[in-house]
């Protein structure tokens, strides 16, 4: 079971992945429903 990137609780069902890009690398992070919602909200500015 994966943990959710920013909030570190467990995730039930499906995670999101989003992929986060740094300096010279980038990764892929699971997000729990609520985390990615909110990181959605965030990206519309």
């Known amino acids: 079971m994966d943990s ?3 909030c570190q609780h467990p995730i039930e069902g499906k995670p999101h992945y989003v992929t ?3 300096v010279d ?6 997000l729990c ?3 990615y919602a909110e ?7």
């Open 4 to 6: 959710c990137y920013y």
């Open 39 to 45: 990181w959605l909200e965030s990206m519309k500015g």
């Open 25 to 30: 690398d980038e990764h892929d992070e699971p």
């Open 33 to 35: 429903d609520s985390c």
């Open 20 to 22: 986060f890009y740094e």
